[in-house]
């Protein structure tokens, strides 16, 4: 499957800042992480730029907006900005004029809360799609409609699971499985 967010997609919105910045951040290394944690870093190793770390676990989530994940890249480039022009580290106020100079609001806070909204609905999601792992082929439940089906086959991975429900008369339908969790019976 194709990243959502691939190396390449990245490094073009850092070449439109570095158009504004007259800077070289589009050719620093670029890698993924699969940090839950941490969204992105931009690193110096020996008093040098070193690289730019995304996470997949954000960068390649279909629900992650695109104006976040934009967001989030210039938050990192503002950290390389800062350390290029001002010889900083940190989110303090030449942090903040780079954040300034790349049009995103200068608040650690406000990517902070944004961040912790969307790691928080990843922790929603993790705990709805374990919920839904009792429901698998063979399970028999009850609609509030159709009444008494069996599921045939889950369809799909995690929250957004679907179930192929055979119910009287050789019905059959596809149906969410979080729906099903809420609104069915199981028997
Ligand atoms: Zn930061």
Known sequence: MDKIWSEERIRNVMKELDKKTGLKGAMLPIIFTKSRGTIGYFSVVGGKSNRFAFSDYYYQDPD?????????????????????????AGHGPTWKICCGKLGIAPLRLYSENGANYYINKHK????????????????????????????????????????????????????????????CKTC
């Open 64 to 88: 992650w907006p695109e104006e976040m994940a934009i967001e989030m890249i210039k938050h990192e480039y503002a950290h390389y900005m800062d350390y290029e022009t001002y010889g900083k």
């Open 124 to 183: 929603l999601n993790e705990a709805k799609s374990e919920k839904l792992d009792r429901y698998d082929s063979g399970v028999c439940i009850e609609h509030p409609k159709y009444g008494k089906g069996v599921i045939k086959e889950i369809v799909g991975a995690g929250a957004k699971r679907l179930a192929k429900v055979e119910f009287a008369e050789a019905v059959e339908k596809l149906l969410s499985l979080s729906w099903i969790d809420e609104k």
